[in-house]
């Protein structure tokens, strides 16, 4: 095998969450750049459908869907149209996420459980439905988006969101506990954990505590889209097949210090 045909993905099928902006976008772009045919799916149907068609345009076939993760139907139906479209699953990119900043003796339960379902249960769902196609194809690669926030603890000056931190460290162990039971059908799960990367999300928090953050990143910069394509597409592809249940750090050098 070489160097090109370990990263080649043509003829595979990824599904990417929430891959409609931001990090999710740009792993969809790159999955579809190296051959693979993608789903994009997320609750804002339009987003999705921009990357689609995007994809389509350069002659990769794609489908964008709307999914809630936390309700296992919406979940089901995607996995089902994916595999009436293109006969099987090979990448599963579990991407979306949801985060809430508020002091952590104050934190409303309601938001807690909003964070945690989107980030945990969502992760449960689409890796157990996807998880049933793949130990049936015995293969497939599940790539989890965790976060510097999930290996260690922040100052609430500079994060205060104590159910998305926490909700990471989970997708962690998750990804762990999950590889080690699914490595025996040719399935290698693994997790990304990035650090700050100016998206959406993260839009505020970079506002506020942007300099903080900087000064503490070895790299002296924030991540951009290049950062995060590498290390998804090695995850996706055969030059991973012996990793397993491990979350690769891209931080800039954060975690380091």
Known sequence: MNIQSMFDLTGKTAIVTGGGRGLGAQIALVLAEAGAHVVVCSRRLEVCQKISEKLKGQRIR????????TNPEDVNHVVEATLREFGHIDILVNNSGATWGAPALEMPLDKWQKVMDVNVKGTFLFSQAVGKVMVKQERGKIINMASVAGLKGSPAEVMDTIGYNASKGAIISFTRDLGVKLAPYNIQVNAIAPG???TKMS???LEIAGNRILAGTPAGRFGNDEDIRGVALFLASRA???IIGQTIVVDGGQSSC
């Open 62 to 69: 794609s489908l964008a869907m709307k999914c809630d993760v």
């Open 196 to 198: 700050f990367f100016p």
């Open 203 to 205: 839009k505020g928090l």
């Open 240 to 242: 991973s097949d012996y």
